[in-house]
């Protein structure tokens, strides 16, 4: 009983944190306008609001595409189903997106230092934007190889099962 409270609960903090995300992800057009409106950094010819909005979209898309595949992987948890094909394909699917997310905010990161003229004090030093991605970069790495793994392990973990069940 105490493991099906603890599932429902994990598929709850998911569902929060997809309905906070979402949410963010609609608050950060203002906010983005308001922060470089504040510090005089609109400028009209080089669109930097609008690269920085494309770049936190873009990299979000990896990200949700996860959240919504962890909210799959727990409610087959919720379910007492951890044991399915399609758990081993949603861990495989969010290794994929961190992956993905490395390549993507490396990418933005990059466009936005060198190509927009955005050179304000915060990329003044090399460190305002090397530390990011490569924190950014090993967490993202480090979370897709530990679903690869999982996935590896929950495959095993069916095919013992599956020869248990035959066996009885």
Request: overall charge positive.
């Amino acid at each position: 009983m105490k493991k099906n409270k603890i599932s429902k609960i994990l598929y709850s903090i998911v569902i929060v944190g997809i309905v906070l995300t979402l949410l963010a992800l609609l608050v950060t057009p203002p906010v983005i306008t308001a922060y470089f409106k504040r510090f005089q950094i609109l400028s009209t010819e080089n669109n930097v609001v609008t690269i920085t909005y494309a770049c936190i979209y873009i990299c979000a898309l990896p990200y949700v595409i996860a959240l919504f595949k962890l909210k799959d992987i727990s409610k087959f948890v919720k379910n007492n189903n951890p044991f399915s094909i399609e758990n081993i394909k949603s861990l495989k699917s969010i290794a994929i997106c961190t992956f993905t997310e490395v390549i993507l905010f490396i990418g933005c990161v990059v466009y936005v230092k060198n190509f927009t003229g955005f050179y304000s004090e915060f990329f003044y030093l090399p460190i305002s934007y090397i530390a990011p991605i490569f924190l950014v970069s090993f967490i993202a790495i480090f979370i897709g190889f530990l679903c690869l793994i999982l996935a590896n392990l929950l495959e095993t973990a069916i095919e013992i099962k599956d020869e248990n069940d035959k066996t009885i």
